[in-house]
């Protein structure tokens, strides 16, 4: 079917965010939410609404002393996800200071739980006009939940920022609704609840301005982008989604436009691709689109839960692809089931061979699904009621050396190249390839996809569809990890287990690593890896990566350290970011099209520990001398790169500077007295003709 959305759909009337659903009017619709914030913010808003009523009721607080503390109950906050730590060019340089100082902030998702009956005598709150208490309405007095995006200066110690999001009563709160395993709406009510849930991505979002903005969701179903620090709501924010936002959204250019897109995804299977710079919807997907939604009939599927998304070539068709899985609950059949689900990242289609079903066949008989039942209904994995795991996106073919030609292969044919990767796919799919020996990893292109599910690895080539599970024994807790843990130059599985163990699968000799193949920052593949985090490094549409011969541990003597290093960026070939749309940036009627990529080396992760620093337009292989004025040590460099579109990669290695800077000096000490001492040992004494005893010259001691 199609997954756009007509234009009429994308907006409501009279409301100041976007809507990406085609549902009618939510109940949010009857909270004024616009004049909520906007009149406060500097956003225009009603002129006839005063200041005050947003939180006075109405009425005056000069006169009723609202400006007191007794006046009010300090709440605190709860957070409920990943916070995010971002660096941003100093706003306010002093004379002197570096061009390039950054100051770095803490961005928190909180949120907020408020019932006034536990308050009730404990300490003064002054909310009602009936300052006894006891006949206010369940509307009025009731439990509240609200959330906020809290963001902390770490240099000045001091929250820069506390922005309210949403707020929500027990009586708009979703039903059936949990967090965990817990519930947390009662099964009478209707509506969404104000919790944030979703961790918080951070990056340029495109446009004029050059502004970080921190992308967040909330389970009101609401997508906001903020400015950092300041807060401020973004153009064309917030988006609104038909059901809670829980998971945290992916930002990449996806369109190799040098501008960042956000692809969100709610709880109800909705899956949003928006332009950054104006929260405009690219496509929108519903992951049940081929299948009738649940209509209170009885009838149709529901998805019930849905994991965190991860993003990389999956088919190897040149374009980034959306991975997921979901857990599918049938109405009519009253069995379960968990589908992996790879999104063309361009038109949100599916690619070809997914979704996968993960749980067999269904069948409540089936003797493979028999640890699986639950009273007459087949759910896929050991625990049912555990919340899905992030899939991990890995090339586990033993031969990759075609990643390496796509990653220099700028402005390459997306049709012809989508083209051969179908037609490889297909025969690797119907076994119709047959190499001299089998390869490890299979036969077609792309990615494998690892979906952990309950005590089981389901391991998945992307290109044919093929699978294979293995089983580790006990219930896989986490995201699994690839890396190279043995030092052994190829690429390692790692697997946390719910009882405290990690296992690590290796393939020796098999699978080569690369360090644009290694997933090994629990969500995120690497520490800086594009702001969303989940994008896999040979599908990244610009990067980093240190080449062997520096990534290689050594103990270097001396005063500088070579590194080798590679930029690369599939978007070089489109016009700069802030370009006509002739690609003429800076008016001269030439198109431009050259990159600023600003490449730091640092002593650690921290700003505060860069040792070398240099601005390139041009991706490439490049070699430097780092001079390391920390003094000697062991050390992790850290080399990030930032582009023009504000996405940031990095890569870490180790070395050793000057750490036996003894053996020098031993040398300096001892070559010298080996020098003088040489002379000294080959010297050999003639006797002349008054010392020889036979000529006479000495007559001893007696003559």
């Not at 929250?159 to 009586?171: A, G, P, R, V, Y």
């Not at 066949?361 to 994995?381: F, I, L, S």
């Not at 190249?417 to 020996?437: Q, T, V, Y």
């Not at 946390?496 to 644009?516: F, I, M, N, Q, W």
Request: charged share 25%; proline share 5%; glycine share 12%.
């Amino acid at each position: 079917g199609d997954n756009g959305l007509d234009d009429d759909d994308e907006y409501r009337e009279g409301r100041g965010d976007r809507d990406v659903s085609d549902s009618v009017s939510t109940d949010i619709d009857d909270h004024p939410y616009d004049d909520d914030y906007r009149a406060h913010r500097g956003y225009g808003g009603d002129d006839e609404y005063p200041y005050h009523d947003d939180y006075y009721g109405g009425r005056d607080p000069e006169d009723e002393g609202w400006y007191e503390d007794s006046a009010y109950v300090k709440v605190p906050p709860h957070v409920l996800s990943r916070p995010a730590l971002v660096e941003i060019p100093k706003r306010y340089k002093a004379q002197g200071e570096d061009e390039y100082a950054k100051e770095e902030f803490l961005v928190v998702a909180a949120s907020y739980y408020f019932d006034e009956d536990e308050f009730a005598g404990v300490q003064s709150y002054r909310r009602f006009r009936n300052k006894d208490g006891g006949d206010e309405t369940p509307s009025q007095r009731g439990s509240f939940v609200a959330s906020a995006v809290m963001i902390y200066n770490i240099a000045d110690k001091r929250w820069e920022t506390q922005e309210h999001l949403d707020l929500s009563t027990d009586f708009t709160s979703p039903a059936n609704l949990t967090v965990g395993d817990a519930p947390v709406g009662l099964d009478g009510h209707n509506g969404k609840i104000a919790l944030a849930l979703a961790s918080p991505a951070i990056a340029y979002l495109g446009g004029t301005d050059r502004r970080h903005r921190v992308v967040v969701g909330t389970s009101m179903g609401l997508l906001y982008a903020l400015d950092v620090p300041t807060a401020y709501v973004a153009n064309g924010f917030p988006v609104r989604f038909d059901h809670p936002i829980v998971r945290r959204a992916l930002i990449e250019d996806l369109v190799d436009d040098s501008e960042p897109e956000i692809i969100a995804l709610d709880e109800g299977g909705n899956v949003v691709c928006l332009r950054g710079k104006d929260a405009s919807t690219i496509w929108h997907r519903d992951l049940l689109g081929g299948f009738e939604r649940d209509d209170d009939t009885g009838g149709g599927a529901v998805i019930t839960a849905t994991s965190e998304m991860s993003m990389g070539d999956v088919d190897g068709d040149g374009i980034a692809d959306v991975v997921l899985a979901a857990r599918v609950y049938m109405t009519k059949t009253a069995k379960e089931e968990v589908r992996l689900y790879a999104l063309d990242g361009i038109t949100g289609d599916d690619i070809p061979r997914f979704p996968i079903s993960l749980s067999g066949n269904g069948d409540a008989n089936d003797p493979e699904n028999e640890k699986t039942k639950r009273e007459g209904t087949v759910y896929a994995g050991d625990q049912p009621s555990l919340e899905l795991i992030q899939p991990l996106l890995v090339d586990l073919h033993a031969s990759q050396s075609h990643w390496s030609d796509r990653l220099n292969n700028v402005g390459a044919d997306r049709d012809e190249m989508r083209a051969e990767a179908r037609r490889i796919n297909d025969k690797a799919a119907a076994g119709a390839i047959a190499p001299l020996r089998p390869l490890h990893g299979g036969m077609a292109m792309g990615l494998h996809v690892v979906q952990p599910l309950g005590s089981d690895l389901h391991v998945v080539e992307g290109g044919s569809g093929c699978s294979q599970r293995i089983s580790v024994g006990e219930r896989v807790g986490a995201m699994v990890q690839a890396e190279d843990v043995h030092g052994t130059g190829t690429l390692d599985l790692i697997v946390a287990t719910a009882s405290g163990r990690v296992v690590t699968l290796e393939v020796p000799d098999v699978v080569p690593y690369h360090p644009l193949n290694a997933w090994g920052y629990g969500a995120a593949r690497k520490g800086g890896s594009g702001p969303g985090g989940h994008s896999h490094g040979y599908s990244a549409s610009s990067g980093i990566f240190v080449h062997p011969e520096s990534r290689t541990y050594k103990d270097w003597l001396g005063l500088y350290v070579p590194v080798t290093f590679e930029i690369y960026d599939r978007t070089a070939a489109a016009p700069t970011p802030h370009a006509d749309a002739d690609g003429d940036a800076d008016g001269d009627g030439e198109p431009v099209k050259k990159r600023n990529y600003i490449v730091e080396i640092r002593a650690g992760t921290s700003h505060k520990r860069t040792i070398w620093r240099k601005l390139y337009d041009s991706p490439g292989k490049y070699t430097e001398s780092v001079f390391v004025n920390t003094g000697p040590g062991y050390y992790a460099f850290n080399v990030r790169m930032t582009s023009d579109s504000g996405l940031v990669a990095e890569d870490t290695f180790h070395v050793g500077y000057n750490v036996d800077y003894t053996y020098g000096l031993k040398w300096f000490v001892l070559v010298p007295l080996f020098v003088a001492a040489v002379p000294l040992l080959l010297y050999r004494h003639v006797p002349n003709w008054e010392e020889d005893e036979d000529y006479g010259g000495s007559s001893g001691i007696l003559g």
